[in-house]
């Protein structure tokens, strides 16, 4: 049998069969679900997250859980999140504050890591510590560590100062050893396990002992439950997809003899393959993951059941011959922790931004301010790499968007003081882009739509201040209006596919710069993320 039929009917078989798991399971088509997360009922519906955190990984630290999430060339990177429940999450921070640590290709003189950066980490806590570690496919490994989530996180560490690898993970025995594992993805994804300095801060290149390896495996974690060690991983086969496997020894350093699928591949439900596999307080196990073929929201985010059979930990709905499939809905695994929710909105009020926005790389710390004007954004202009290329602009503020039935955003900008050659205003973008905003030429301010760079312009435009929106739905399709006064929206521009490029989906965003020189400025009042779940 043709393995996408046999992956179809195995999806079939675990819609009827859920029936009897106590929460009735329907159908989903990819992207139309008017529902998503904690339902307020006692049960969730996936995604929980819908909204790009991919990579994700999570742990259980005493009644909290956390996750992180790669961040690629946005800044600061690594994202961390907090939990009460594994559904309802809020934004803790980020745990590198400075992407120039890893290269100065992650600066805004350089900008010459899209779709690179940070990639895939793993987060562990050990002797009342959190260990933080992660890859860049050009750099090699890093890590830090902190004392609480939130930080402050300690400069990055080296760990392995080499080009093609990806995906590391690591873990203390029993007697406080500790092991790191990484993927050599450039030689033929070969997976190797290494002794861990006792500070964690440097491994034994020469103790390397091959574990894994083939068929694009990657996404390593390691897990102990019981007397068991597992290797949870993803694998990739042509024709079949990406799915999650898994191998197990009694020892730590193998050998990983032992193998197993734990899910189908899921591809109406753009392949769940990676995460982290964690206890429940209900006593069961969850796996958290994103889902790996990204669409125009990114690699989104849902809460899976775990079934151990026969000291495997099977991945959601179980079928017949003990594998899983997508499991779209189910009950919550703790009483719901209604008061977390990830931050959109901004009234630029405080004196540091929101760990909801990431610069799209490393900033010039100088040419922006919460502080020059009490209860705005202050933006400051300056050269791009290439003239009117947003995606070579140094000054671009960003955060996530959701795939979810209603988004709208709104900015107020205060135009003013900008001066000639500069263009700001709001934007959305991956590889490609779009933008709606504010261009100034000699003496006169010009509403201007671009959208990968072609431009239309619109009106003179006389005053200080301009309102700037963005609303889109499920399909993903952004229509773009203004206002002059605050209350009655005009529609400019054509309507703008939102997209995924990089390895990202999209996101939105404000933007400032100046294609004749270092001079002019916005002030931004507020950014309100209005969103129906």
């Known amino acids: 049998m043709h393995p996408v039929l046999k992956t179809i009917i195995y999806a079939i078989i675990g819609i009827t069969l859920s029936y009897g798991s106590g929460i009735a399971q329907s159908p989903v088509t990819w992207g139309t679900w008017k529902k998503w997360g904690d339902q307020q009922n006692g049960t969730y519906t996936n995604p929980i997250i819908p909204s790009d955190y991919s ?24 994202i961390i999140l ?30 010459n890591r899209y779709g690179k950066g ?32 939130e930080g402050p996180w300690e400069p990055l560490t080296p760990v392995l100062k080499e080009a093609g ?19 050599h993805f450039a030689d033929g994804y070969k997976t190797y396990l290494f002794n861990l300095s006792p500070d964690g801060k440097s491994i034994d290149l020469k103790s390397a002992v091959l574990i ?47 193998e197993k ?43 899976l059941p775990v079934t151990w059979k026969e000291g495997w930990p099977i991945i959601g709905t179980v079928l017949a011959d003990s594998i899983g499939t997508m499991a779209w809905e189910g009950k919550m695994p703790s009483a719901s922790s209604q008061q977390y929710s990830l931050a959109r909105s901004d009234e630029f009020n405080a004196s540091m931004l929101p760990p909801q926005w990431e610069w799209n790389y490393q900033p010039r710390s100088e040419k922006f301010s919460l502080t020059e004007r009490k209860g705005w954004l202050r933006l400051k202009a300056f050269k791009p790499l290439k003239n009117n290329e947003l995606l070579t602009a140094g000054n671009t503020l960003t955060q996530r968007s959701f795939q979810s039935a209603t988004n709208e955003v709104i900015i107020k900008m205060d135009f003013s003081q900008m001066a000639d050659g500069q263009r700001s205003g709001l934007c959305h973008f991956s590889q490609s ?44 399709k952004s ?6 006064d605050g209350k009655h929206f005009t529609n400019f521009g054509a309507p703008y596919a939102l997209s995924w490029g990089y390895y990202r989906g999209d996101r939105v965003g404000i933007y400032c710069f100046n294609n004749e020189s270092e001079s002019g400025s916005v002030d931004i009042d507020y950014l309100h993320y209005n969103m129906d779940k």
């Open 55 to 78: 990579d994700i990984d999570c742990i259980k630290v005493g009644d909290t859980y956390y996750a992180i999430s790669s961040t690629f060339q946005f800044s600061p990177g690594m």
């Open 118 to 149: 940070i990639w895939a980490g793993s987060l562990r806590y050990h002797n009342h510590r959190f260990y933080l570690y992660f890859g860049t496919p050009d750099e090699g490994f890093f890590m830090t560590s902190a004392i609480k989530a």
């Open 165 to 183: 690898w990806d995906d590391c993970c690591v873990i203390w025995d029993e007697h406080g050893k500790g092991y790191f594992v990484g993927t």
């Open 212 to 258: 894994n390896s083939g068929s694009g495996r990657e996404a390593s974690k390691l897990l102990k439950v019981k007397d068991w060690y597992y290797l949870i991983f993803s694998e990739h086969q042509s024709g079949k997809g990406r799915y999650v496997m898994a191998k197990r020894s009694r020892n730590i350093t193998g050998p990983y003899q032992e």
């Open 479 to 484: 229509t773009f209006s203004y206002s002059l």
């Open 433 to 476: 882009y779009a933008t709606i905003g504010v261009v100034k030429q000699g003496n006169t301010c010009r509403l201007e739509y671009q959208q990968n760079g072609k431009t239309s312009r619109g009106e003179a435009i006389t005053g200080s201040e301009i309102w700037l929106r963005s609303v889109w739905g499920l399909d993903g």
């Open 261 to 303: 699928q734990l899910a189908l591949t899921s591809p109406e439900a753009m392949e769940p393959n990676q995460g982290g596999i964690v206890p429940g307080k209900n006593g069961k196990w969850y796996f958290l993951t994103h889902h790996g073929t990204g669409d125009w929201a990114g690699r989104i985010v849902s809460l």
């Open 82 to 111: 907090e939990s009460k429940d594994l559904v309802n999450w809020k934004i803790c921070g980020h745990a590198v504050s400075d992407l120039t640590q890893i290269s100065s290709e992650l600066s805004w003189e350089k900008m």
